[in-house]
T-cell receptor, first 115, second 113 residues
């Protein structure tokens, strides 16, 4: 079991470009959560997805950010027209279901730097 | 709304001494509480959780946490700190309505040799 795979691990973009971050959860995990960690801050929830469904996107900015978790393939967090303030570490976590006692397993993160 | 608070940005302790990393929570209903650890440039690793049952929960790497309902606390403890325990520690509560984890701001643990 390779764990939660995130790629790219590091991504550099210029202002105005698009960033795509991918997350493949562990086998058997059908729920994916995305979090953002800004320097000197904690982890902020962005979005919670199940296969082909967005369950909770209350933490995601309304503009420029989108997420999907298709039936086949990894979950994608997409940031359009990036700005310097988007520079952060983005973590994905996988879970097995709706049971609140389930442990979320985190990936190693994708570090986005916007020049 | 569910929330957790970690009142200390940093905790310093000498190797071999006991350590405590504090966490208090605010929830409606029964809390599901978690501790995670983050090493530099890595993701979060699960340490332990409290769901129900014994108030003292034992986890990975010799860590334990005590659930105290009257004080709404869930402090992380270890009897004897190691230099390798130096990392960023996060307390979290599960939001019962949406199932997401809500994290505290993190506490940096520095263990001096």
């Amino acid at each position: 079991n390779a764990g939660v795979m995130q790629n790219p691990r590091h991504l550099v973009r210029r202002r105005g470009q698009e960033a795509r971050l991918r997350c493949s959860p562990m086998k058997g995990h059908s729920h994916v959560y995305w979090y953002r960690q800004l320097p000197e801050e904690g982890l902020k929830f962005m979005v919670y997805l199940q296969k082909e469904n967005i369950i909770d996107e209350s933490g995601m900015p309304k503009e420029r950010f989108s997420a999907e978790f298709p039936k086949e393939g990894p979950s994608i967090l997409r940031i359009q027209q990036v700005v310097r303030g988007d520079s952060a570490a983005y973590f994905c976590a996988g879970g097995a279901g709706y049971d609140g006692a389930n442990v979320l397993t985190f990936g190693a993160g994708s570090r986005l730097t916007v020049l | 709304a569910q929330s957790v608070a970690q009142p200390e940005d940093q905790v310093n302790v000498a190797e071999g001494n006991p350590l405590t990393v504090k966490c208090t929570y605010s929830v409606s209903g029964n809390p599901y509480l978690f501790w995670y650890v983050q090493y530099p440039n890595r993701g979060l690793q699960f340490l332990l959780k409290y769901i129900t049952g014994d108030n003292l929960v034992k986890g990975s790497y010799g860590f334990e946490a005590e659930f105290n309902k009257s004080q709404t606390s869930f402090h992380l403890k270890k009897p004897s700190a190691l230099v390798s325990d130096s990392a960023l520690y996060f307390c979290a509560v599960r939001d019962g309505a949406t199932n997401k984890l809500i994290f505290g701001t993190g506490t940096l643990l520095a263990v001096q040799p």
